[in-house]
C-alpha cells in the first residue's frame, strides 16, 4: 500500500492557500503564515491536500487521523475492484445443498462482483451432461433478477460453466 508523502505545516511553500477547518467549512484564502496561526490555536496540523490548485488548498486537522482516513480510502478502493467468484456444482447436488450456492451466489451479485457457476463431471457423471445443463438453465432462472448471463454455458473438458453478471 503506498501512502503519498504529505506537505505539512512550515514545510508548505505557498505564499497564500485556500483553508478548510476541521469540520469542512471552507474559510477563504489566508496568507500562509495566518493559516499556520489558526492551525496552531486549535492544536491541529496544516495539511496540504491539494498542491495543484490555485490557491493551494490546506486542510486544519490532525495529521495522524488524516493518514489513518487516507489509508482506509486507498484499502476500500483496492477492496472495490470486481473480482470473479466461482462456484462449484455437481450434477448430483440436493435440493437443499443448491438452496445454499444460489443463497451464496445472490449475495456476490449484490455486491456487484461476477461469478463463474460450473458444473464439474467426475468420472461416468461425463454421461449425465443433459443434467448439467438443466442445472445450470435452472440457475440463471432463480437469479433473473439479479443477474444476467454472459453467453451460453460452455464445455471445458469435464467442465460445463457460465459467467453471470450482476444487473446495473
Do not use: W
Amino acid at each position: 500500500m503506498e501512502i503519498r508523502k504529505f506537505i505539512i505545516n512550515e514545510k508548505i511553500r505557498a505564499k497564500e492557500v485556500l483553508l478548510i477547518d476541521e469540520e469542512g467549512k471552507n474559510l477563504g484564502i489566508f496568507p500562509l503564515e495566518e493559516a499556520l496561526k489558526k492551525a496552531k490555536e486549535v492544536d491541529l496540523d496544516l495539511i496540504l491536500v491539494s498542491p495543484k490548485a490555485r490557491p493551494p488548498v490546506c486542510r486544519i486537522m490532525d495529521f495522524g487521523k488524516f493518514k489513518y482516513l487516507q489509508a482506509k480510502k486507498e484499502k476500500k478502493s483496492k477492496k472495490a475492484k470486481s473480482e470473479l467468484k466461482e462456484i462449484r456444482l455437481t450434477p448430483k447436488i440436493s435440493t437443499h445443498d443448491l438452496e445454499i450456492k444460489l443463497k451464496k451466489i445472490k449475495e456476490f451479485l449484490e455486491e456487484g462482483q461476477k461469478v463463474r457457476i460450473y458444473v464439474h463431471f467426475k468420472g461416468r457423471e461425463i454421461m449425465f451432461q443433459e443434467r448439467g445443463k438443466e442445472l445450470i438453465n435452472e440457475i440463471i432462472k432463480n437469479l433473473e433478477e439479479l443477474g444476467q448471463k454472459e453467453g451460453e454455458p460452455i464445455f471445458r473438458g469435464r467442465r460445463l460453466s457460465v459467467i453471470i453478471t450482476p444487473k446495473k
